[in-house]
Structure formats: C-alpha cells, structure tokens
C-alpha cells in the first residue's frame, strides 16, 4: 500500500504564488508517474502537471510557463506562480506503481487533495 501526503495549499491573491508538496511513502518500489491533478467546482478533474521517473515533463497548456514540477526520490512538487483566480481548485497528487513481472500489474494512488483559492 502507497499513501500520498500532500502540503502547501492556501489562500492567495491573483499574481501570488504557492509550492505544493506531496510525499509518497509505503510500498513505493517500483514508483513511475507522479503528478498533480485539479478539479475546480462544477468542472471534471484534469491533470495539470506530470513527471515520468526520467525526469519527462508534460502539463496542461494554461499553467505553462507560471507552474513547475519537479521531483526528488519519492516526492513531487509543484510550484505555482502568477496565479489567477481560475486556477482555485482542489489539487490531487498522483502516482502510479508498476509490480511485476510475473505478472505486471499498474496500481493508481490518490492523496486527498489540498485546496488552492486565488481571490482578492
């Protein structure tokens, strides 16, 4: 079993910034994807950010250029900067584990999310 502990969220005024954290720990051999995901009210959860174990980067076209992630043994940060008020949402961490062989078998983890609410 994997648990996913996540850090940084808050209130901040447009243009400010923020550094999520979250931290896998457990049964974490074998840890491949990591990332961040958002879901704002009345709208369906998308991936914001994502980090392979190699270090290749993919993230959804409105946060490039202000969000950054980056990674480091079995934690995944993301920082946010120049934040608008349509980045307020709820942010999942998220990881995947891959076991195997015989057979190779994908696992999926959720941490419970942390809210980030950009307002004035």
């Known amino acids: 079993q994997v648990q996913l502990v996540e850090s940084g969220g808050g209130l901040v005024q447009p243009g400010g910034s923020l550094r999520l954290s979250c931290a896998a720990s457990g049964s974490a051999n074998g840890l491949n994807l990591m990332g961040w995901y958002r879901q704002a009210p009345g709208k369906q959860r998308e991936l914001v950010a994502s980090i392979t174990s190699d270090g290749k980067v993919n993230s959804v076209d409105s946060v490039k250029g202000r969000f950054t992630i980056s990674r480091d043994k079995n934690t995944v940060d993301l920082q946010l900067s120049n934040l608008k008020p349509e980045d307020t949402a709820v942010y999942y961490c998220?990881?995947?584990?891959?076991?195997?062989?015989?057979?190779?078998?994908?696992?999926?983890?959720w941490g419970q999310g942390t809210q980030v609410t950009v307002s004035s």
């Open positions: 998220y990881c995947n584990i891959r076991r195997g062989p015989w057979p190779i078998t994908i696992y999926d983890y």
